[in-house]
């Protein structure tokens, strides 16, 4: 079954720790990492303005704030800072194939990057660029999840998009069970009673509070969100809870 939604003018592009190491077990995969900045321009191409948020699990993730002792709060300082260094990369990756873009920070570092701003977020947007949001929400005890939701929700993007490994939801991992089977439709209801790990419920539940629709699909397909033929979940109080047939195919 296809996924189609109508053709969103503004989007923000969720990417996951796996988006910028892909198959590497820490830091940056280089050639992946080219490749996605190649899409991200292939969508801005379609006349579609985009916000990217990133997440730092791929330089630090909380569990090393846990074995070194390391306080929430601070734990979560060095994961915004570990966010800044992602959105630094990907914004020079990004510049390299021709495609406009800058960073935003929510934490102040002007001597590195710009503070975020709603009105210089919109302002970069109108202009052609692909604005990176990095420094979380700049407070701890909020997730790059719901950091993703609020930039959305600020910046009036018509749908969030999370690119992930696989190719949509599913009630469990298809990596480890044959079984697994795929929702291409799904209410934001019943993604929070299933707790489906797309988001964190937090932020799930305030993308259904606002109306935020949510799309669901395969890093490598993120340029072809548009099109007829796209395989993915598509998350929104007016879907149904649609399971993926195989035999359709």
């Not at 909380?62 to 002792?69: I, N, P, R, V």
């Not at 990057?113 to 202009?127: G, I, K, P, V, Y």
């Not at 932020?203 to 796209?230: G, H, M, R, S, Y």
Request: charged fraction near 20%; charge should be negative; glycine fraction near 6%.
């Amino acid at each position: 079954m296809h996924t189609i939604f109508p053709k969103p003018k503004r989007v923000l592009l969720k990417l996951s720790w796996e988006a910028m190491k892909w198959n590497y077990e820490y830091g940056f995969n280089g050639e992946f990492i080219h490749r996605l900045a190649q899409k991200v321009k292939n969508l801005a191409q379609q006349w579609i303005q985009i916000v990217i948020v990133v997440w730092g699990g791929n330089i630090y993730r909380w569990a090393q704030s846990t074995e070194l002792g390391i306080a929430r709060v601070e734990g979560d300082h060095i994961g915004m800072l570990a966010t800044v260094m992602n959105g630094i990369a990907l914004t020079n990756v990004l510049k390299q194939v021709g495609q406009p873009s800058v960073a935003l920070t929510a934490v102040e570092m002007p001597r590195m990057l710009e503070f975020f701003s709603t009105h210089r977020a919109n302002e970069a947007l109108e202009d052609g660029k692909v604005v990176i949001s990095v420094g979380g929400t700049g407070n701890p005890f909020f997730t790059t999840d719901t950091c993703a939701v609020q930039r959305a929700l600020e910046l009036h993007c018509d749908i969030l998009v999370k690119g992930t490994q696989v190719d949509g939801i599913y009630n469990k991992d298809p990596k480890k069970h044959e079984d697994a089977f795929k929702f291409d439709q799904m209410t934001p209801e019943k993604a929070l009673e299933l707790g489906v790990r797309i988001m964190d419920q937090a932020a799930i539940a305030l993308a259904l509070d606002n109306d935020l629709p949510l799309f669901v699909c395969k890093i490598d397909d993120i340029d072809n969100i548009c099109a007829e033929t796209i395989v993915g979940t598509y998350v929104s109080k007016s879907a149904e809870n649609v399971v993926h047939q195989p035999s359709s195919q």
